[in-house]
């Protein structure tokens, strides 16, 4: 496997999927660090959820598959 060399905000990531922060953050929830969702600290002891361009992927999946079964699944946030 190639080594990471970028990581995107969840910001970012919201912006490129179309959706809001909160409504990316909720579903982004389901994914494991095994398909690339990290959680980045700084020395303030600070969080943040990031991805690399492969969670990216999983994570668009993952918002299609909430839109596909809103029945299913919880509201999401706007």
């Excluded at 909720?26 to 943040?48: F, G, H, K």
């Amino acid at each position: 496997m190639a080594a990471i060399t970028q990581v995107f905000t969840i910001s970012w990531a919201a912006k490129v999927l179309g959706e809001s922060e909160d409504c990316v953050n909720e579903i982004s929830i389901e994914l494991e660090p095994e398909e690339r969702r990290l959680a980045v600290c700084d020395l303030a002891e600070d969080r943040a959820t990031d991805f690399t361009r492969f969670g990216i992927g999983n994570l668009a999946e993952l918002v299609q598959l909430y839109k596909s079964y809103p029945d299913l699944l919880p509201p999401l946030p706007k």
